[in-house]
């Protein structure tokens, strides 16, 4: 056996050439860090995708093997830059397709030249985030024309570099301090000074919550995993006929619409907070078929319908608000109803490939700092549903593949 940093050199080598032959014998571009490269390799072979999958795996031990232990401990965790990148709103103010130089840029942001520059340099080098191909001016790169471009994407930078940093820098003082484990004493409440969890805090602060909502955009768009086509292809819709169905927690109607312009017979019902829903923009030809309802789900549920749906909503809270969350529905279940579930199950240590399990250990974490919450492992979700009412049928795993999200089925037995 060739010792392991060459073994993974070669996988490496392998993978990448079935990645660059794939995408020359389909006439598409080869990956750039420039303003006019590829935001997104375009692959439509799942054997392609493995591939390319692989070699990132690879990469990051070989990475890790070769800059040796003592390295490890040591990645500057540093969100500063893309923090004030967006706060400053600094793609936008970058021109397409010209360079600027340090001082106008800086002119426009209101920051000091100095602080800009570093800024911008420190984003170039960690983010590939802008270019600097002559000393002292700034060029888009692939990655901040996409954000130039892209208002719901810089919600997401915003999410994770302003509201998550911020967060993550205080959860272990909120550990220290608190013992209840209570969403509104966390991580996220000490560094914003807030006794409210975070949608509470939302629930007052219409610009952030826009912000949040447009961040669940992007991070269903343009995470390939999180993809809806998975939620649409992976569990039998069709077989449901013309059901209706309420989307709880659905945010501003984003999977709705996906799911009604898949299923013409699906009729549904989006709930969520009214500040929330207020920006929900329903497409003209889907109106007679998506209804908005302002609802809180720790209130009873009074709409009967034949499917209650949760996504991305039970990893941001406690059992014991999850079982509350269950109980709701208790009154409007009739025999056949069903519960689906959209969530990560957050798997065993090394039970799935390393890019998958360092996404959702990272996502375990920003329910810690955030809610106090966190991704359950497979075996944890039945007992809480028979914790909230034993007439919870025996649940149903979808794992379609390639998705990070698992689609989960409870029928309603009594
Ligand atoms: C992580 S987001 C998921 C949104 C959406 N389901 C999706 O998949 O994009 C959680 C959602 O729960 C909503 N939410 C939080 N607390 C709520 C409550 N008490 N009642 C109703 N919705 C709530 C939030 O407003 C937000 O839209």
């Not at 020359?24 to 303003?35: R, T, V």
């Not at 954000?147 to 997401?156: F, S, T």
């Amino acid at each position: 056996m060739p010792p392991r940093i060459e073994e993974l050199a070669e996988h490496i080598n392998t993978n990448t050439q079935k990645v660059s032959q794939y995408l020359e014998s389909h006439s598409l571009p080869q990956p750039s860090f420039d303003e006019d490269g590829p935001v997104d390799l375009q692959i439509n072979s799942q054997e392609v995708d493995n591939a390319r999958r692989e070699a990132i795996n690879n990469c990051y031990e070989l990475l890790d093997l070769l800059q040796g232990p003592k390295a490890l401990v040591r990645p500057v965790a540093n969100a500063t830059s893309a923090q004030a990148i967006h706060r400053y709103d600094i793609p936008a103010k970058v021109p397409l397709g010209r360079e600027i130089s340090f001082k106008d840029l800086a002119e426009k942001c209101g920051l000091h030249e100095p602080d800009l520059r570093r800024i911008i340099r420190f984003a170039i080098t960690y983010h590939r985030l802008f270019q600097e191909k002559r000393d002292g001016f700034v060029s888009h790169s692939a990655t901040s024309r996409w954000l130039a471009e892209n208002p719901v994407a810089m919600d997401g930078v915003g999410l994770i570099h302003d509201t998550f940093y911020r967060s993550f820098a205080w959860t272990v003082d909120a550990l220290q301090q608190f013992d209840d484990q209570e969403p509104n004493q966390t991580g996220f409440c000490l560094a914003h000074n807030t006794d409210e969890g975070l949608f509470s805090y939302l629930a007052s602060r219409p610009e952030d919550a826009k912000r949040f909502g447009g961040a669940m955009k992007s991070f269903t768009a343009d995470i390939p995993g999180n993809s809806p086509s998975f939620l649409i292809n992976g569990y039998p819709w069709e077989s449901l006929g013309p059901a209706t169905v309420v989307d709880v927690g659905g945010s501003q109607a984003q999977i709705a619409i996906m799911l009604a312009e898949a299923f013409p017979k699906l009729n549904l019902i989006v709930m969520d907070l009214p500040d929330v829903l207020r920006h929900a923009q329903v497409p003209e030809h889907l109106s007679n078929r998506i209804q908005l309802h302002g609802h809180d789900f720790f209130e009873k549920q009074s709409t009967v319908a034949d499917v209650y749906f949760f996504r991305w909503i039970f990893h941001d809270w406690p059992d014991k608000y999850m079982i509350k969350i269950l109980r709701q529905l208790v009154p409007v279940l009739r025999p056949g109803a069903r519960i689906i579930v959209n969530d990560s199950i957050c798997p065993g240590p090394n039970t799935v490939p390393y890019d998958v399990e360092r996404t959702i250990r990272g996502v375990d974490m920003v329910m810690l700092s955030l809610h106090n919450s966190r991704e359950r492992e497979k075996g944890e979700w039945e007992p809480l549903f028979k914790a909230a009412d034993p007439r919870f049928g025996a649940l149903k795993f979808y794992h379609p593949q390639g998705a990070s999200l698992s689609i989960i089925e409870s029928i309603w037995q009594a």
